[in-house]
């Protein structure tokens, strides 16, 4: 009888692994005398057969033999394609040099010969490959530990469910039934509304593969592949909660059974070697953005920036490493989503980011030619976003990550990166901008303009030109999140828990501004509190966790409304505002001794 729970052992090539790598669990390319891991370890003496079926001069041999003149033959047939391209003049030219060459004395030719400009660059594409190589087996001995091959007896642990359960901010999935495929229509119109909605300014997927996936997924879902299946799934239950209004709406329910569905194909879709198990997280990402309750997108969009880290998409590829025009493009697009969430992520819980500016060389996207970026969605507001991001991510590191030195000339720095981010929005490009896009862009824009003047370890207090741009741009956002909210059902605008966060965080600074700038704006500034005070109220049926976050702004502007009225001079009709708190539920001594001028004040996380 045959031991069904055994895990299938899967081999690739008729060569066994010497005992070296076998015991260190590493690939072994099996060549002889010595293969190229033992090369590399100075191990060379020690790289002996795993067994005497394999041993030296037997079949093991006969194989390496084979691919040696494999690779040879591969080499002379690319320099003879090579040489059949190249232009008869250019052919001519390095025959008169190699003939003058052959002319000069031996010494002074080969001395000539290894410092030619020909020769160095030669050496030098061939030293850039070798490096890409290195570096890639580098890469790949450290992380196939946890993949499929080396599963061995613990066949339950992947590299996809160990990030998931890190992930996890509770078991309510475990819960929920797997969901089935929706009726073709509805397929279409979710996706279709993913696509305009969220794909926008996310472009992570191939659009074209993605919609082959579909019609695959739909003839066959069970020989569809993995990575199809999971994609489509989570497409749907973006799409899904996306339009849901309630935690415990029909639409939250079926999105989290998209997601039970999904997360069947986990352990082979997140994969630490590729660029699927980058776009795989990506789409977690969108969906515990909208659904936080089931998973944390902090070690979300970290695991995804580390997968892109492991497989260079923060790097152009080198040009002796030739790549398609489409397959070039996607690689920027997944990077810029890596880097837009994780910047925005980071700066919404106050953290640092995953990875430095300094590390990346990304150029972004392409904007125009559609055929080239295998996508029918226009890439317009995707670019300006990721050139948005490019520049928080500079002032955030500079302000928040670098050390407590006071800038010796805040109010220049504040100027000239406003100055900036005005220029960016002077160049939005409204023709080819969905109503729903263009108010989130514009939205993005006044909360970056608070986030640069508001108190940061480098500049501990706010000149009184910041505090007004706090005033303005935390007054300007209140009015037009409030405006989009009471459209939403018309606007089909898209928002997340991160905008109740931001809310929080423009609200607290709107209150830091009125606190220094007094009587003289206080009568605007009810409006602007009340706007503050119904855009969180009207995230509390979808996010409760955001009743807290209202609950302390109550509190902390009924403190700084009071405190103004006692030093204002005697009036006819004092100014009460609507969401005043009875004297019993007065904030306690950690709100009302609060100094409102340090940062710390506003650390909501």
Sequence with gaps: ???????????????????????????????????????????????????????????????????????????????????????????????????????????????????????????????????????????????????????????????????????SVSSILNSKPRARLPPRHTATRLVQHYFDKIFTTLPCLNESSFFGAVDSVYRDESSASPFDSFCVYMVLAVGTMSL????????????????????????????????????????????????????????????ASRIMIDIGLHQEPLKVSKRKATEMDLRRRVFYCVYTLDRSISMVLQRPFTFSDDSVLVSLPRVTEAPLRNTLTPMTAATHLFKLRKLQSEWYQSLHLSGSDPLPNPSAYIRHHTALLHEWKHTLPHPSLSPSTHNWLLLEWHYLNIYIAAPSPKIPRSSQEGMQQIYTHSSSYAFAFRSILSDSPTSGFVYTYHDALRTYFVGSNLLHALFHMGQAVLEQAMDAIDGIVFILDSMIIRWPDAEALRDKFRAEAAFVVGRLEEVAPPRVAPTTAPWHIPQHQQPGGHVATADFGNVAFYRYV
């Design 1 to 167: 009888m045959v031991d069904t729970t055994a895990p299938l052992l899967r081999v690739s090539r008729p060569v066994s692994a010497c005992s070296r790598c076998r015991s260190a669990k590493v690939k072994c390319d099996g060549k002889l005398p010595a293969c190229t891991a033992c090369e590399r370890a100075g191990r060379s003496n020690e790289c002996t057969g795993g067994s005497d079926q394999f041993a030296r001069g037997k079949e093991r041999s006969y194989v390496a033999s084979l691919e040696s003149k494999l690779e040879k033959l591969e080499k002379r047939l690319a320099a003879l394609d090579a040489a059949s391209r190249r232009p008869p003049a250019a052919v001519a030219e390095e025959e008169e040099e190699e003939e003058e060459e052959e002319q000069k004395p031996a010494v002074t030719s080969n001395a000539n010969a290894a410092h030619s400009p020909r020769t160095l660059r030669r050496k030098k594409q061939e030293d850039d490959g070798e490096m890409e190589d290195l570096v890639a087996d580098l890469g790949y001995m450290a992380i196939n530990a946890v993949t499929r091959d080396f599963y061995g007896f613990a066949d339950d642990i992947s590299f996809g469910r160990i990030a998931l359960r890190a992930s």
């Design 244 to 303: 849901s209004k309630s935690q415990d709406s029909p639409a939250a329910h079926q999105a989290a059974c998209f997601v039970k569905a999904a997360l069947e194909h986990v352990d082979t879709v997140i994969s630490p070697s590729e660029i699927k198990g980058v776009q795989a997280t990506l789409l977690l990402v969108q969906y515990s953005m909208l659904e936080p309750s089931h998973f944390n997108s902090w070690y979300l969009i970290g695991v």
